[in-house]
């Protein structure tokens, strides 16, 4: 692995504040165009949540090229758990940013719960563009969000062993691949104390086994079978055409299971991974800087 930053922080690109769209200069991949926004008037989700109302509304009064890969509901199950969990959390660890979905409705709920954000993601690309979604939403929480480049056990080793904050929730949205998923929870374990909760996404998820998505089943190897969760986002009716193979990448949902998991972490336990094993067994292979010699 090359880079010159992972493992670390990185600072925005002030140079997107101007541009009229990021992804001019960014170049990130947006397949389907899939936008959240879209959707939660047909779910009848608006009237419920004032916190809600108004992300959706600053959504669409914030137009972007770019696309959610998480359902209405489940944007709106978020909003829910953290208004659920107000008081309890003063930081959010959000893995795996995508285009910013998650992101912005994270950022549209800080000034209301007041708490801390930073975001985890392996592409560059991603969190600075995610940055600047949220940023254009809610310019007062950007200046309380941070850009980690990098793996969640990265982030673990680097940030949360070294700055630790009691009242952490998790948002986990980042690989889908069985063994990474078991990494990222694993990677946990060293730093359980600080933990609130965890917050699952794509645990629906199938595909090709190239991909080897189980998101769900990395969660029970990791906490067990006997796993303590709240369900949430969509559950897909078997006719739907989400449960077939899409043709971008063969991912399909599995009818009627939940998009989302909420653990409570005073509710699990750690199943795996062993004591004897260190922080450094779950990162990933030795990272080769560009300017070393």
Same mark, same amino acid.
């Given at each position: 692995?090359t +880079? *010159? *930053?992972?493992? +670390?922080?990185?600072?925005?690109?002030? +140079?997107?504040?101007t541009? &009229?769209d990021?992804? !001019?200069?960014?170049?990130?991949?947006?397949?389907?165009?899939?936008?959240?926004?879209?959707?939660?008037?047909? %779910?009848?989700?608006?009237?419920?949540?004032?916190?809600?109302?108004?992300i #959706?509304?600053? #959504?669409? !009064?914030?137009?972007?090229t770019?696309?959610?890969?998480?359902?209405?509901?489940?944007?709106?199950?978020i909003v829910r *758990?953290?208004?659920?969990?107000?008081?309890e959390?003063g930081?959010?660890?959000?893995?795996?940013?995508?285009?910013?979905?998650?992101s +912005?409705?994270?950022?549209g709920?800080?000034?209301?719960?007041?708490?801390t954000?930073?975001?985890?993601?392996?592409?560059?690309?991603?969190?600075?563009?995610?940055?600047?979604r949220?940023?254009?939403?809610?310019?007062d929480?950007?200046?309380?969000?941070?850009?980690?480049?990098?793996d %969640?056990?990265?982030?673990?080793?680097?940030?949360?062993? *070294?700055?630790?904050?009691?009242?952490?929730?998790?948002?986990?949205?980042?690989?889908?691949?069985?063994?990474?998923?078991?990494k990222?929870?694993?990677?946990l374990?060293?730093?359980?104390?600080?933990?609130?909760?965890?917050?699952?996404?794509?645990?629906?998820?199938?595909?090709? @086994?190239k991909?080897? &998505?189980? @998101?769900?089943?990395? %969660?029970?190897?990791?906490?067990?079978?006997?796993?303590?969760?709240?369900?949430?986002?969509a559950?897909?009716e078997?006719?739907?055409?989400?449960?077939?193979p899409?043709?971008?990448?063969?991912?399909?949902?599995?009818?009627?299971?939940?998009?989302?998991?909420v653990?409570?972490?005073?509710?699990?336990?750690?199943?795996?991974?062993?004591?004897?094993?260190?922080?450094?067994?779950?990162?990933?292979?030795p990272?080769?800087?560009?300017?070393?010699?």
């Amino acid at each position: 692995m090359t +880079s *010159t *930053t992972f493992g +670390s922080f990185i600072q925005p690109d002030r +140079s997107l504040e101007t541009m &009229n769209d990021p992804n !001019e200069k960014l170049g990130c991949v947006v397949y389907s165009g899939f936008r959240a926004v879209n959707q939660a008037p047909g %779910l009848g989700l608006l009237g419920q949540s004032r916190i809600f109302d108004a992300i #959706w509304q600053r #959504w669409r !009064e914030t137009p972007l090229t770019c696309e959610d890969q998480c359902s209405a509901q489940y944007y709106f199950d978020i909003v829910r *758990t953290l208004r659920d969990f107000n008081g309890e959390f003063g930081h959010v660890v959000e893995v795996g940013c995508y285009l910013g979905g998650a992101s +912005s409705i994270l950022a549209g709920c800080m000034d209301r719960f007041d708490f801390t954000l930073d975001i985890v993601d392996i592409s560059p690309q991603f969190l600075l563009y995610s940055y600047e979604r949220l940023r254009r939403m809610y310019p007062d929480a950007a200046g309380r969000v941070r850009l980690f480049h990098g793996d %969640l056990p990265s982030y673990v080793r680097e940030v949360m062993m *070294t700055q630790p904050r009691k009242g952490t929730i998790i948002h986990h949205d980042g690989a889908h691949d069985f063994n990474q998923v078991v990494k990222d929870m694993a990677a946990l374990s060293f730093v359980r104390e600080q933990l609130y909760a965890i917050i699952a996404q794509d645990t629906h998820l199938r595909g090709t @086994v190239k991909h080897m &998505n189980f @998101v769900d089943m990395a %969660l029970y190897a990791v906490f067990g079978t006997d796993l303590t969760y709240c369900p949430i986002g969509a559950r897909y009716e078997e006719e739907s055409p989400v449960t077939h193979p899409n043709r971008y990448q063969g991912n399909y949902f599995i009818p009627g299971q939940a998009e989302g998991y909420v653990l409570p972490m005073g509710l699990n336990s750690f199943r795996y991974p062993h004591p004897a094993l260190s922080i450094d067994d779950f990162l990933p292979a030795p990272i080769v800087r560009r300017d070393a010699a």
